[in-house]
């Protein structure tokens, strides 16, 4: 269950001051100091929430923070702005109540932090999603651009406001964000150009020089310098707990997530660049000739760069500083500036380029965060105004943050003070009327439109002839001499004649918040905010979209020679229009509190909130509110919120609405001190009074839900149980008529399946006995020849026995060997006598008829080739075959020779001029001509010689010269001797005795031995008067020279002798042939 807390548990001092008993002013302070000392920094006075600035981060804006605050009354937990926040978000989204916060205290007192606090709470707490969350972080992301923007270290506030910002933030009726609309206030824009000692510049000018990378630096022509420009100050460009570098990337991402392009960007960047080249053109006079000075720039070079940034022509720049054209009517007038003028022109465009860049970057974040439905919003509007401020030196802008400051405390008077105490008066409920300063007065003397110090100041700014800001001053002291807030050293009121305080050029106004003095040195000039024609026509000239857009009236087309509007005309009505738009909406105050000057923590300087505590009029706050009602309703609204927790009143009442919430509140017991009946509003008391209610409607409206729920949830069951029956019906339906349907189909089956067996039953029978018959049929068939057969054999078996066998082997012995002879006939080898092939024979009992039958046929087949053999060609085979039978296996030079065909005249002797002689002394005919070596017996070598053999005659000759050596008939030849190798040795040995032999046996050696022998031996055994020649194949034979018997023999030859056969004498009686093994 959930545990019930209230602010008043574990309280520190009290939480609200509405409780603090007694009420003093001491009392006050101390309750407020007791609870910072215990980092209890907020504290209510009824519904406004005081912030004291802790200085420091405390540990209570965390998520679980958030999450403790969601929906809890507002009393429910101890002090805290995220309760005042959640309050403001449950009225917009349950009550439709547009709402406002409203944020106030002097510079420096945290404001900005609480609107960001009160809008991250509503971002943390309102709906999710994906297009939500978009909107929210782009709500969120558009203050660190503004901040970096408008806000500026001063001496009271490191990060200062230097405008005034109102977001109105819009919901659906869900209160999810929709969007918003942001409106700026005038932006001190004197400082671009000029700051106090110890502040600086707007955060942007020194977030870009020490965060932007090289690169960009380069692109807008910076240097990292701060010293290098003149509209930085120095002495504070750094700020201590500031990192400019990462916060320049902070607003990099932030203008990325808001939706700016990155050529907007860079265009945003190159204003700033330009503004920095501005403050660095200096000029210096230059005499003319009518003795005036007139300004000339005295270093180009800045000039030249920022006219590159902006895209816009030198020269027309220059010209702009130089001179001021004044249009009247139909005239044109140019004037020339002097230094001083020109100085003026510069700064004033200085400031006008960057207040209008600053107006145009809150534009263009509307844009990106305007809602895009068109339906009714609700609106949340954040007030974040510069605070009140009293400075040394007080000009224009703080006038005008001060003015504003007023019409915000005069709202709170008018809205929290003023209109409740006469709000009780009306309704006619018992009130003591409590006094406290109304600042209605200090707002009259400021903005009265006859003789308020604006209309004084716009009066004298439209005044012809000369205005100065003392002639204003004049005027002031002439017409609110008699007021009693304004004070003047000159005026009628002889008051202050000797005041030293207050100087002649000042004027002093006693704010709400305190005197200020006010010097009135550049009100007139701040108030026109003149901008030298040429110069904004100069800028519209610029080839830069942005420089274009933001100075419109440049636009030589649209010159408009009505003045504008001034500062301060402009700033009150826009305040105006605040004001009206605040009190639409309910208000919700933070009321911020400085504890000290010095910026520090856990330092509480008790005049200081003394006097903040006096001027905001806290605790006339607190007397009204104890003294009055904290709430208040119409009758009507009353009714119609808590009808429900009384029987009579609900559901309708039928009486006047009064009556019934009387009815209502005796029904509820509600003690009759806790509230009062006004003409047209109950009054309540006490909160807690309205907890009690508001917790006693939230029950009832639980109940009320689990009403609707249980009479929607039974509707709900029951139209479903009717849709379920209604379904079931449509289902049992298909459903039996597919259960029959499958039923039928399997009784069907089922009768197919038994008829089939039935059939096939009674075919198988029938099949069974045709069987049997056929069988039976069969059966008397074969019986019948049987017996038919035994009776023709036994009558023909005489006759079989004697012929039949010998019969059946003659006719199958014939049948076989037709089919043998036949396919043989089909298989036959080819006609090629070489060819080896033969079928295989298919019964062993023909192998011998086989055999002859293949020799017949390879003999027929071999007769048929040689049938084809030409005469010629005939011998050549004999003499082969002739060689063949001497040589084969005998001699190893054989094989080599069968390929080579026989000659016989190789020399072509007859042909030859050179044998001529020879040839004609043979007279035969020349069987072989052939060089052959003539082996030389004593020392084996070998001389050619030509071998010629006749029919009879062996004749060997001279090669070179032909003469014959020797002619030896073949009848004196008795045999011839060769070797068994590959050599080509031989010898002629020669019968004994006869007229050749006296000369000895011839050795001789030729290439075609096999032929010259085969030849020999053929014409020897074809001549028939002669016995044959013996031819001796071995390795060792005689040779008988002269009268010497020599033995040639041959050996294997070493290896040494290499391939080639060589012959040597060994001794007397030996030669010896070494022939090659291999060859
Ligand atoms: N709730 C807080 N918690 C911690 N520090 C705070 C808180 N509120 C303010 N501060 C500190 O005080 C400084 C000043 O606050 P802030 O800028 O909100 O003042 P301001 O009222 O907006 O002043 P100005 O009118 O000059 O804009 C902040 O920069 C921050 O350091
Ligand atoms: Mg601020």
Not at 388 to 397: A, T
Not at 680 to 685: A, D, E, L, M
Not at 864 to 893: G, N
Not at 1036 to 1050: G, I
């Amino acid at each position: 269950m959930e545990v019930k807390t209230s602010l008043l548990d574990n309280m520190i001092g009290v939480g609200d001051m509405v409780l603090l008993e007694p009420l003093t002013e001491d009392s006050f302070l101390e309750n407020l100091k007791k609870r910072f000392d215990h980092n209890e920094i907020y504290t209510y006075i009824g519904s406004v929430v005081i912030s004291l600035n802790p200085y420091r981060s405390l540990p209570i804006y965390t998520p679980d923070k958030v999450e403790e605050y969601r929906n809890r009354n507002f009393y429910e937990l101890s002090p805290h702005i995220y309760a005042l926040a959640d309050e403001a978000y449950r009225s917009l989204r349950d009550q439709d109540k547009d709402q406002c916060i409203l944020i106030t205290g002097e510079s420096g007192a945290g404001k900005t932090e609480a609107s960001k606090l009160v809008m991250s709470y509503v971002a943390a707490v309102c709906g999710k999603g994906q297009e939500v969350n978009k909107v929210k972080e782009q709500l969120l992301q558009s203050n660190p651009v503004l901040e970096a923007f408008g806000n500026a270290k001063t001496v009271r506030n490191d990060n200062s406001s230097r405008f005034g910002k109102y977001m109105d933030i819009e919901f659906d009726f869900k209160g999810d964000p929709l969007g918003g609309v942001i409106s700026n206030y005038l932006l001190e824009k004197s400082r671009v150009v000029k700051q106090p000692r110890g502040e600086r510049n707007f955060h942007i000018f020194y977030q870009l020089l020490s965060g932007a990378s090289d690169d960009t630096l380069k692109k807008l022509k910076l240097e990292r310098d701060v010293s290098k420009y003149n509209y930085l100050s120095l002495d504070s460009a750094k700020v201590s707990g500031l990192d400019d570098a990462a916060n320049f990337r902070t607003v990099r991402n932030a203008m990325q997530i808001v939706g700016f392009m990155e050529d907007e960007m860079q265009s945003v960047l190159e204003l700033v660049a330009a503004v920095l080249k501005l403050g660095n053109i200096e000029f210096k006079p230059e005499s003319r000739c009518n003795g005036m000075d007139e300004s000339r720039i005295k270093d180009k070079n800045d000039l030249k760069e920022m006219c590159e940034l902006l895209g816009t022509e030198q020269s027309v720049l220059e010209r702009a500083f130089s001179y001021r054209t004044v249009e009247a009517k139909m005239e044109k007038v140019s004037t020339t500036l002097n230094v001083a003028q020109a100085y003026y022109a510069r700064d004033a465009l200085a400031k006008n380029l960057y207040s209008r860049l600053f107006s145009w970057l809150v534009t263009r974040i509307n844009e990106s965060i305007k809602a895009q439905a068109k339906t009714r919003h609700k609106v949340m509007g954040v007030l974040d105004i510069y605070g009140f401020e009293i400075f040394e030196d007080n000009s224009f802008e703080q006038f005008i943050i001060n003015y504003c400051n007023e019409k915000l405390q005069q709202i709170f008077i008018e809205l929290t003070l003023r209109e409740e105490q006469e709000e009780y008066v009306r309704e006619g409920i018992e009130w003591t009327n409590i006094e406290y300063f109304n600042n209605a007065v200090i707002c009259d003397l400021i903005e009265n439109n006859q003789n308020g110090i604006l209309a004084m100041l716009d009066e004298e700014c439209l005044r012809p002839g000369t205005v100065t800001d003392e002639t204003f001053l004049d005027k002031l002291n002439t017409i609110c001499a008699d007021h009693q807030h304004f004070e003047s050293r000159l005026c009628k009121n002889s008051k202050f004649l000797n005041d030293h305080s207050l100087p002649h050029n000042c004027f002093r106004i006693q704010h709400y918040a305190g005197k200020v003095l006010y010097r009135v040195e550049g009100f007139v000039d701040k108030n026109n905010d003149l901008l030298y024609r040429d110069l904004s026509q100069a800028m519209y000239k610029a080839n830069h979209s942005l420089i274009k857009q933001l100075f419109p009236e440049g636009n030589p087309v649209k010159v408009n020679l009505k003045r504008p509007p001034t500062a301060g005309f402009q700033f009150k009505a826009s305040v105006g229009t605040l004001m009206s738009n605040l009190q639409t909406k309910n208000p919700n105050y933070i009321r911020c509190i400085k504890p000290n000057d010095k910026k520090a923590s856990h330092v509480f300087n008790e005049s200081l909130v003394c006097h903040q505590a006096r001027y905001l009029g806290l605790m006339e706050n607190v007397r009204v509110r104890r003294a009055g009602y904290a709430f208040r309703q119409g009758y009507e609204p009353c009714l119609e919120r808590y009808k429900m927790l009384c029987k009579n009143t609900w559901p309708h009442w039928k009486g006047p609405a009064r009556q019934g919430v009387e009815v209502l509140m005796t029904d509820l017991q509600v003690p009759a001190e806790e509230f009062s009946y006004g003409r047209s509003k109950i009054f309540i008391r006490n909160p807690r009074t309205l907890f009690f209610l508001e917790e006693k409607r939230k029950q009832c409206l639980e109940d009320l839900a689990t009403l609707i729920q249980k009479i929607y949830r039974g509707w709900k069951c029951r139209s479903h149980f009717l849709l379920l029956k209604k379904s079931q019906i449509v289902v049992a339906s298909w459903y039996r008529r597919y259960a029959q349907q499958k039923k039928y189909q399997q009784v069907k089956h089922a009768t197919t399946v038994v008829q089939s067996y039935t059939r096939g039953w009674q075919a198988r029978k029938l099949l069974r006995e045709l069987k049997y018959q056929k069988k039976c049929e069969e059966a008397v068939t074969t019986i019948s020849a049987f017996w038919h057969g035994t009776q023709v054999r036994r009558e023909y078996r005489k006759f079989f026995r004697a012929n039949a066998g010998k019969k059946i082997y003659n006719f199958t012995i014939q049948r076989i060997m037709q089919k043998y002879f036949l396919g043989l006939k089909s298989k036959l080898p080819s006609m090629s006598p070489i060819d080896k092939t033969w079928p295989a024979r298919p019964y062993s009992f023909l192998d011998g008829v086989h055999a002859e039958l293949r020799r017949i046929f390879h003999l027929w087949r071999c007769k048929k080739y040689r049938s084809q053999f030409t005469e010629e060609k005939k011998a050549v085979y004999e003499e082969k075959l002739e060689a063949s039978e001497l040589f084969k296996d005998k001699k190893a030079l054989y094989p080599n020779s069968v390929r080579q065909p026989f000659k016989g005249d190789y020399l072509e002797i007859s042909k030859n001029p050179k044998y001529q002689k020879l040839s004609s002394a043979v007279d035969e005919k020349i069987l072989l001509a052939d060089v052959v070596n003539k082996i030389n017996r004593a020392n084996g070598k070998g001389s050619p010689r030509l071998f010629l053999l006749t029919k009879k005659n062996v004749v060997l000759a001279d090669q070179k010269t032909g003469q014959l050596k020797a002619n030896v008939p073949l009848t004196d030849l008795a045999s011839v001797s060769t070797s068994t190798q590959t050599d080509g040795f031989f010898a002629l040995k020669l019968k004994e005795g006869s007229a050749s032999a006296i000369k000895g046996d011839f050795l001789l050696s030729s290439d075609h031995l096999i032929e010259i022998i085969t030849k020999l031996h053929r014409i020897s055994s074809m001549a028939a008067d002669r016995e044959k020649l013996n031819i001796d194949i071995s390795d060792e034979f005689l040779v008988q020279f002269k009268q010497d018997k020599v033995c040639v023999k041959f050996i294997h030859g070493s290896p040494k002798n290499g391939n080639s056969v060589s012959c040597k004498r060994k001794n007397n009686r030996l030669l010896e042939v070494s022939v090659p093994a291999s060859s």
